[in-house]
Every structure is written in C-alpha cells, then in structure tokens.
C-alpha cells in the first residue's frame, strides 16, 4: 500500500513505480521499479522514500528558506564560495529532525521487508533524484549512496542523503546543465543489500567507441563503489550482442576490494594475490549478464549504463540502470575523427576513453584540496577522482589519472564533458612533472601522454544522402583502431583486413618462438581478439581477413624471430604466403593462425568473416592449404565459411579456371600484381616510376581474370592501392564489370560518389 498524507505518497514499494514515476521517486528508483513490473531480469526489492516525502521534510523545518539564502547570487565557479555554501546548506539538513509520522512510514516498511528476508537483514540506501538518469543528464555521482545499512542507521541515512542534493558538485553541476535547484527533488531508494562477492558495471553500447553492437562489462571483488570511483581497475569484458560471443577480456589488477564491516557499514581489503589474478566473472557468467543487459535495453529502446552485482549464493542481479547519455546523443550522420601528426616521448600510458586529443600544462594534484588552483585549459593530472573534482574537470583540456577503469567517475565525466581522459596510467604524478607540457592521445589504446604539444587535426566527413552503387564498395583496414570508425562509412564491408598490425603490435613474438616455449594458445588468444576488433564493427557485412603475409626479414624482426628464419637476398619474392603455410618448418604456427579464425567464427560468431590466401603461387599450394585448414575444422562451405585468394601472380590469373576450383573469389592485389608482371621489385627506389598498375599488361590481365572467374560463379575484388589513387582505374574496373572495389577509408565517400555516377554513365 501506498502510504498517503495529505492526497501526497510519502513511501512506495519498488514493484508499484516505474517510468512515469521519476517525478514522485526519482530516476534511479523509477528505472528499479519499470524492471521489477516489466523487465525479466533479477532486481533485489525495496522501498522509496518519494520526493513528496523530501518536500516534506524541507517545510516542516523551513530549510528552503536557508537553502535560498545561501544559494542567492553563487557563483559556482568560485570553488571557495561554493564549498562554503555547500557545506552550511548540508549541515542545516543532517541537523534538522525527520517528521515521527515519516519515521514511522519508513520503519514500517523496514520491518515489512524484514519479514519477508530475514531479521538480520541489511539494506543499500540509495539517493534518487528527480532530475537523475536522464537520456541528456546523467547526474552520476553527484548524489550519496549507502551500503550495508542497518534498522539502526536507516533514519539517518536516509537524512545523509536528503543532505547530498546539495554536495558542491551536485550544485555545480546543476548550474551548468540549467536545472532549477529548486524543481529538483530528491528521493531514497531502501533495497535489499546484494553482499557482493564480485559487482561492477555494464554498458549496452561501448561508452568511448560508441559500438553499438558490444556490451562492455566491468567487474572487479567486492561491492562496486570502488569501480565507480576508480580506486581500482577491474576486468574488462567486451561481449558481441548478436552472438554472445566474448570478443575479448583484460585482467584488471583489483588491489583492493570493499566488503561489509562487521554488523554495519563497508571496509578497505587487500585482495589475496590468487583472486587479482582470477577474473571476477566467469565466461558463463558475463554471457548471462550481457543477457540482462540486452533484454534491458530492449525494453527501453535505447543504451543503457547498469550497475551489479553477484551474491553470495552465486546468483546475478541488476542493482540499477540508467540510460547513457554521451555516445547515443551524438549525431550519427557526422563521423569526427583525430588524428596525431607528430611524436615524442612517451611519459606514460593508460586506457583511453573517447577518441580524442587534448594538449596544455600539466597540474599535478594529489588530492581533492588542491583543486582551486586549477586553471582552464591544463590537463588534469592526479591518482583518483570523484565527483567533488567535477567543477574542474569540465574546464581541463584532458584528464590523466593513476586508477580507475572505463566505469569510473573521470571516465564516466570526461566521455560526457567530450574531454580525452586516460585512466589507470600507473605513476602518472611521478612521471609527469608540475606544469610540464603534454599531449593526451586517446585515438588509439593504450591511450598515450606524449611530451610537449604535438600537432594534430580533426577530419570531419558527412556521410548521409549518399548514391547507392552496383558495385559494392569496400574498405581496407590494418589497424584494429580504424575499424570501427572506417565501420560507420556508408560502405558495404572491407575488401582487405590485415593480420600483420595485430601479430606485429599486440602480439610483437614469432609464432614458432613461443610455440616452442609452449605459448602457443597465448599466440592464438591474441590474434583472435585483434581479429575480432577488425570483424565485429562491420557485422553482418562480410569482412575478408587475409593471413599472415609478412616477408622473412619481417618475421625476423619479431621477438625470436631470427632462429627461425632465413637470410633471403630478395624476401619480397621468397618465402611468403601459401608456401610458408605449407612449409613443414612453418606449418605449426600456421595451424595457430587458423585456429584463431576457427574461434573468431565459431565461438564468437563473426560468421561474416572470409578468410583469405596471399601469394599463393600454384594449384599444389592451394590444394595443401586448403587441407590444413580443412584439418583444422575450416572447411569450405562449412557453416558458410568462404575462402579467397590473392590474384597477386599472374599465374592466379592464367590459370582462373583452376584456381576457382579451390577458392570461393578472387581479390586483385594490384602492387604485387603489378612487380610481378613487369618484372620489378616494387621496394626499388630506381624503378618505383615504372610500377605503375595502369601499365597496359597489367590492365590486359585484369581484363582476363574477371570474365572467367565469372564463369565459374566466383566474385573478383580488388584491394590494391590503384583505385585509392587513380580515378580513370576506377573506371576502367567498372567497365570491366568488376564485383567490389575496396579503398583506404579516407577516400570511400569520395568513391562512392564517383563510382556511382560513373555506373550512371556507363549505363547510357
């Protein structure tokens, strides 16, 4: 039952709220009821203490006269006068007395709840403001929360909370998104405590990338306070919506954890070195939560942030959700992107949140006192912050700190003031020195402070409104980074994805060194990840992955390379591609190679992968490859699994006919096409004038290859740098009917544009 004074409901239980609701119990406790009535995820029960209830209390004991007084005429960005008025206008509130008739509402609701989960049972008492959760204002942090709370405390609690609507940050924050302080109320939300062994936070879309396509879990021991104000850097989990498929993980360090304290209250823990290096969450648990996650955000219909958390019986909750407000706002029809122009040394390297550069001078600050000698335009160095530091955070050109993940308060902020932070650069105060100048590059992760102020620009393209094309138009990626950005392109998939960039930066080791040292899966892991982040972002438009194609000098230069490589005079045509595939010296680490695509495709379910084969010289070349992987459970044809080969020699070309009956199509690799034809090594500085893909013998076997591929039903591409660089190439692929054209990213709206007004032409 609704307890009522006066036609006002003073407390409610969760299940008889939802959205409509957040006028009468806030944001929080709304979005807690609209899934206890109407979403089928688990939500531990309770109560709200409503707004009318804190409307209430502010008149009995006329403190919305004090608050005035103080508030008249602030300037919030006077940090001494805001924390003065803050402090007086909580003082007032703690001190004034909670009405007996409210007592004894919120007591009788206690003692309900107690009845149905125990005597000795322990609540979280949550802030829930009217204002709070909004799809354009998150509030986050800006109220107090309390966790473990008993019958004894309630009372207070509760009042500690009323207090809160008025911390310096949640005025502040107010001010600058235009809410009324006096049309913002504030509620409490009494749950039923969840005693976390593990919590964390999840996000339905990814809060720096803004992939729409993942659900980004953290988790870390203990409740998830610390999570969210960053004190520690939990696991990271990235699961794919449409297949459930865990793209990657990170082991976070998780130092420290909060647990209950006793019969009341929360504590600091070290956590034993044995858990640090366990993950929090199971694979099977973080594929249920993504469950959750989705099924919530279907029901509201847009991202969602969710906060939960794992009892001790084991068993998963939501504790809350809210929606996320920074990369759902953000115009679809526009794609922005930073790029670095210069390097320097590195001070120091942490993940970066948002896609973005900021420069100034560095203002180390070591805690929360320090903050009003902060000045606009400095980059914001420090260990840890929270939501009292929000009045600078918003005029700092980036933010460095030294814990946190992509969960916590200077994440959560920076993504939403549109400011590059880089979070959990271990030693950041130590290694960058007071006023020095830096750069915080967050375009690519690990984010990077680079030394001094470095050039940089911002690329602005509009992609709406674009001529659709016969031809599909492709794009090619190397670089895991790109992918997603290259994704939102009004392209129809990538005609070139290469493996090189992943082995080469994100695994820097010769397969055949740490498959002797029996590291082999760590090979396999690796790769798989990098694959997945060049795959998912285009799903379900097909993505053709070419394996490894390094040269042998290549393959040297990676750690542990050289014993197992030879010393070729002209490695550019020697031991590469298929040959290496099928090479008894070298076929274990190829085997590790499809592995990793099997895994790619079958666990995580980026079924619209193409694989494909480099330089692969002769039938017997292709024939063996194919059975390798064939042994290795990439079979042709097996759940839709498609293989291509380069058409890089001409012998691809002269023998089309043949070659279509180990491969499912053909992409042109005009540089290697091109060397070979002519005669040329294309590394020649003396004859880099005559290797030019327009050389008539080029173009004639070009002209050969795509009508008998035709006709044995096989498509032909071509991922080569030609059609990025020569409009009259383009035009010579279309009249030659040819099935995809892929380019770099920088130019596939300029040719898309020209592709489809020359199939216009053609077409009279």
């Known amino acids: 039952m609704r ?22 119990v806030g944001g929080k406790v709304a979005s ?19 707004a009318d209830a804190y409307r209430y209390f502010v008149k009995k004991n006329n403190l919305d006269k004090i608050i005035k007084k103080e508030l008249k005429g602030l300037n919030v960005h006077n940090l001494r006068k805001l924390q003065k008025a803050g402090m007086r206008i909580r003082k007032d509130i703690k001190k004034a007395k909670i009405p007996e008739d409210l007592k004894k509402d919120i007591m009788d609701h206690f003692k309900k709840m107690q009845k149905r989960f125990g005597k000795n049972l322990m609540v979280a008492v949550r802030s829930s403001a009217t204002a709070e959760d909004l799809p354009d204002a998150s509030f986050a942090g800006q109220q107090e929360s309390y966790l473990h709370v008993t019958e004894k405390d309630l009372v207070e609690k509760v009042k500690s909370c009323f207090a809160s609507l008025f911390t310096d940050r949640a005025i502040s924050y107010r001010e600058d998104k235009h809410f009324d302080h006096f049309s913002v109320y504030l509620s409490v939300g009494v749950q039923k405590m969840v005693d976390s062994q593990a919590a964390g936070v999840m996000f339905t879309i990814d809060p720096d990338t803004g992939f729409e396509n993942t659900v980004v879990i953290n988790g870390s021991w203990g409740l998830g306070d610390y999570i969210v104000q960053g004190n520690v850097t939990p696991d990271e989990f990235y699961v794919f919506k449409p297949t459930l498929g865990i793209l990657k993980k990170r082991l976070g360090s998780k130092k420290i954890m909060e647990v209950r304290a006793g019969k009341a209250g929360v ?36 991202p969602m942030d969710i906060e939960w958390g794992k009892d001790a019986d084991g068993r998963l909750y939501v504790l809350q959700a809210r929606p996320e407000t920074v990369q759902s706002m953000k115009k679809k029809n526009v794609v922005e992107t930073y790029k670095l122009q210069q390097k320097s040394k590195i001070l120091t390297q942490g993940q970066a949140i948002g896609r973005k550069i900021g420069a100034g001078k560095a203002n180390v600050i070591k805690n929360v006192s320090g903050i009003r000698n902060f000045k606009k335009g400095q980059v914001l160095v420090t260990e840890i912050t929270d939501p009292d530091w929000e009045p600078i955070m918003k005029i700092a050109s980036a933010i460095v700190t030294e814990k946190g993940g992509r969960t916590s308060h200077a994440a959560i902020v920076s993504r939403e003031l549109g400011i590059p932070a880089i979070i959990g650069a271990e030693d950041a105060t ?23 102020a470095l050039k940089y620009k911002i690329e602005k393209r509009s992609i709406e ?14 670089i895991p980074e790109e992918a997603l950005e290259a994704s939102r392109l009004p392209v129809d998939g990538v005609g070139l994805a290469r493996e090189e960039f992943i082995i080469n930066s994100y695994i820097a080791e010769h397969p055949l060194a740490m498959i002797e040292q029996g590291r082999g899966n760590e090979f396999t892991e690796k790769l798989a990840e990098g694959v997945a982040e060049l795959v998912a972002p285009f799903y379900p438009r097909p993505v053709i992955v070419r394996l ?15 014993k197992f490589e030879p010393d070729e005079h002209n490695p550019m045509i020697g031991w590469r591609g298929a040959s290496r595939y099928i090479d008894p010296a070298f076929e274990q680490a190829f085997r590790l190679e499809c592995r990793a695509i099997k895994k790619v495709r079958d666990e995580m379910g980026l079924t619209n992968m193409i694989v494909m084969i480099p330089f692969c ?3 017997e070349e292709a024939e063996k490859t194919i059975k390798i992987m064939a042994s290795e459970g990439l079979r042709r044809g097996k759940n839709g699994l498609k293989v291509f080969v380069m058409a890089e ?34 590394d020649s500085e003396k004859l880099a004038g005559t290797a030019d893909e327009r050389n008539p013998a080029v173009m004639r076997l070009i002209e050969q290859l795509i009508p008998t591929a035709h006709k044995y039903r096989r498509k032909v591409g071509i991922c080569g740098q030609a059609p990025s660089d020569f409009p009259e190439f383009v035009e010579f692929l279309i009249k030659n009917k040819i099935d995809s054209i892929s380019v770099n990213p920088d130019v596939a709206v300029k040719t898309k544009i020209m592709v489809a007004k020359m199939e216009k032409k053609l077409r009279r």
């Open 649 to 682: 020699i001409p012998s691809n070309i002269v023998l089309a006919d043949k070659f279509s009956q180990y491969f499912d199509g053909f992409s042109i690799g005009s540089n290697d096409l091109t060397q070979l034809t002519l005669g040329i090594d294309r």
């Open 617 to 619: 010289r002769t039938l």
């Open 430 to 452: 130590k290694k960058i020195k007071q006023g020095q100048t830096v750069t915080a590059d967050c375009t690519s992760d690990p984010g990077t402070v680079w030394s001094g």
């Open 267 to 302: 504590k600091k823990k070290l956590v034993p070195a044995s858990k640090r290096k366990a993950f929090a969450l199971s694979d099977k648990e973080v594929k249920q939560l993504a469950k959750y996650a989705i099924t919530i955000e279907k029901h509201y219909g847009r």
């Open 32 to 50: 807690l009821g609209e899934m206890i009535q109407k979403v089928n995820v688990p939500v531990p029960g309770g109560f709200a203490v409503t």
């Open 548 to 562: 490894s194609d390094f040269k042998s000098n290549e393959y040297a230069n990676l750690k542990g390379g050289k």
């Open 465 to 478: 409104k674009l001529p659709k094309t016969k031809t599909d138009i492709l794009v090619n990626i190397g």
């Open 3 to 24: 307890t009522k004074k006066r036609g006002r409901k003073y407390v409610v239980w969760f299940n008889e709220v939802g959205s409509k609701d957040i006028g009468l």
